[in-house]
């Protein structure tokens, strides 16, 4: 895959000013750099039952979903697995209508590669 370059890292806390929904997009891949997610999570701290969505949105600007949680009680979802992001992709979480006030949170940890090596 290459040769490990680095620690891929975006955290951001978030309280909702009102019910429209958040997205949350992580830090763009970089040039002739790939990364590999090893984990991902979003939460509404405060409010349960909401749309909670982990993905990614690819260098045309299309987001592609990968964990949707939604059901009675859900307040978080999780990354199962690994998803690896080419040059210019980021990861993207969603937290749909979050009640005003809401803390929202989102993570991605991963290793960064780079291409060629």
């Known amino acids: 895959m290459g040769k490990i370059v680095g620690n891929y890292r975006f955290d951001e806390k978030f309280t ?3 019910t429209d929904t958040k997205i949350f997009v992580g830090t763009e891949v970089g040039r002739d750099k790939i990364v590999e997610i090893t984990s991902g999570v979003v ?4 409010t349960a039952n909401k749309i909670l969505v982990l993905g990614y949105r690819d260098a045309g600007g299309t987001d592609h979903y990968i964990v949707v ?3 009675a ?3 978080s979802a999780q990354l199962q697995g690994r998803i690896y992001l080419l040059p210019t992709e980021k990861p ?3 937290v749909e209508d979050p009640g005003a006030s809401d803390i929202l949170y ?5 290793i960064i590669y780079e291409l060629g090596s």
């Not at 939460?43 to 405060?46: C, E, G, K």
């Open 106 to 110: 989102c993570s991605f940890h991963g």
């Open 69 to 71: 949680e939604t059901g």
């Open 92 to 94: 993207i979480a969603i």
């Open 43 to 46: 939460a509404d701290y405060t």
């Open 16 to 18: 909702a000013p009102g």
């Open 73 to 75: 009680s859900i307040k």
